[in-house]
């Protein structure tokens, strides 16, 4: 039979040369490949003003542009956008044994310099906002504000156990790389406000075609969690706005409304309504509508400075 994603993601990736991005393959250091969807440049419009940067992170459970695909879609006329594959999903791999969220924002870092983004907004979900909180603590020069979609800047110990045991998972593996099809199902629905019913087989070819790299990405999970004395809240120049699914089951709203306690002043948060942790994918019109005004919002300031 032949697998439906795999006759899915040659559509997705035209749409996307067609949106006007090109992927591009960057090596970050001998080893560690980081593959890159960037607006394409010709020589006639190389040298004109640029847009502003807004910078895509996907989650655990699947690449770049399949998390990211109604939102490319939605803002790469008036923004520049990139969506890379973080390690170990996609197309981007390391022989580096290093599986840190720090290593993660180092190689985007030196990737997205390698294409000339100087400054950026940095849009992140799940996993993925964890790398983008990390990029903007350590290069700030770098990130002009975030967008964190579901997770905050780190995982500790306790938020871990809490959120493990309400789910009724083991750990974050068992959770995160599900080995059937009726485990991916179920990740899916607990990751979703009401997911639609799918054929078994959908399941089945989603499992072959999106979870590679099970031992690396099992050690990104492992490192992912920090003891809590280990963990000291950051300060962050940048503004942050948070974007939640109001019904998310993985790290339910109140984690959203303790970190804008947290981050104070700097920070916004807005709740999704009928939206679970996969709020991009769940509900993307909303969250693409929310997103555009966060960042006429930042760039419009950005101008009157």
């Not at 795999?6 to 560690?32: D, F, H, S």
């Not at 008036?78 to 170990?88: A, I, M, S």
């Not at 849009?123 to 903007?136: H, I, K, N, Q, T």
């Amino acid at each position: 039979m032949v697998n439906t994603l795999e006759l899915y993601k040659p559509l997705l990736r035209v749409a996307m040369k067609l949106a006007g991005l090109r992927p591009q393959k960057i090596e970050i250091e001998p080893g560690t490949v980081l593959n890159i969807w960037a607006p394409a440049r010709s020589k006639k419009n190389a040298n004109d003003a640029r847009k502003p940067a807004v910078v895509f992170l996907h989650g655990f459970v699947g690449d770049g542009i399949l998390m990211w695909q109604f939102q490319v879609l939605a803002l790469a006329r008036d923004y520049e956008v990139y969506v890379p594959d973080l390690l170990f999903f996609g197309s981007s791999f390391t022989v580096d044994g290093r599986r840190t969220v720090g290593f993660q924002a180092d190689c985007l870092a030196t990737g997205l310099a390698r294409l000339g983004v100087r400054r950026c907004t940095v849009v992140g979900f799940s996993y993925g906002a964890m790398v983008a909180f990390r990029l903007a603590e350590s290069r700030p020069e770098l990130v002009e504000s975030v967008v964190a979609t579901c997770a905050g800047p780190t995982l500790t110990e306790s938020l871990s156990r809490e959120c493990l045991e309400r789910m009724g998972f083991p750990s974050w593996p068992a959770l995160l790389l599900p080995e059937s099809a009726s485990s991916l199902k179920k990740l899916l629905q607990i990751g979703s406000f009401h997911f639609p019913r799918f054929p078994k087989c959908v399941f089945k070819h989603a499992l072959e075609v999106m979870f590679d790299y099970r031992k690396e990405r099992a050690a990104l999970l492992e490192a992912l969690v920090i003891p809590d004395k280990d963990f000291a809240f950051p300060n962050y120049s940048q503004k942050v706005h948070l974007v939640w699914g109001e019904n998310d089951r993985i790290f339910p709203v109140e984690v959203a409304k303790s970190l804008k306690e947290k981050l104070g002043d700097n920070a916004t948060l807005v709740c999704i309504e009928k939206a679970g942790h996969i709020a991009a994918l769940e509900r993307p019109f909303v969250y693409s509508k929310c997103l555009k005004r966060i960042l006429a919002s930042t760039y419009k300031a950005g101008r009157t400075k």
